[in-house]
């Protein structure tokens, strides 16, 4: 599998592979999204996912990231439907180079009490107003390919 690389590196910063996975999960319409906000202020919007913690699989890492950022109790289906990796620098400044594996993801029920990350919130929208919302060029890739993969289902 050919996988696309987004993001630009910036001079002088490292780009260690991370291996992340993140999570297309659909209720009613509209997918749900991640909204995190920053302490300086801004944000950005993603969607639920993060990096893998050591032993865990792709798709573990899918269901616990889900659940820690936006409380949402998911299964990650099968191997994940696509792959890319994008450079990124998070607001505290260190860089990495994520290394995403995207999943359909079936929602079993709200879980709030699984919610950890107070700088991220729920939010649910269209997949067609996901693609412009999301910051990150590798999200909106993924759900472009998740769209034509449920076209074609």
Not at 4 to 14: D, K
Not at 44 to 69: I, K, N, S, Y
Not at 74 to 95: C, M
Not at 103 to 110: I, Q
Request: include cysteine; glycine fraction near 10%.
């Amino acid at each position: 599998m050919n996988v696309p690389q987004f993001g630009e590196p910036q001079a002088g910063l490292s780009y260690p592979d991370r291996p992340a996975a993140f999570v297309v999960v659909e209720r009613d319409g509209k997918i749900a999204v991640a909204r995190v906000t920053f302490a300086s202020g801004g944000g950005r919007l993603d969607l639920p996912g993060g990096g893998l913690d050591p032993g865990e699989t792709a798709a573990q890492a899918a269901e616990r990231e889900c659940g820690e950022e936006v409380g949402l109790q998911v299964v990650a289906q099968g191997q994940g439907f696509t792959r890319a990796d994008h450079f990124f620098v998070n607001e505290d400044g260190s860089s990495v180079n994520t290394r995403g594996t995207f999943f359909t993801a079936r929602l079993v029920a709200a879980a709030p009490q699984l919610k950890i990350e107070e700088d991220h919130a729920l939010e649910w929208m269209t997949p067609h107003e996901a693609l412009t919302a999301l910051d990150r060029d590798s999200h909106v890739w993924a759900v472009a390919a998740w769209l034509r993969l449920r076209a074609r289902a």
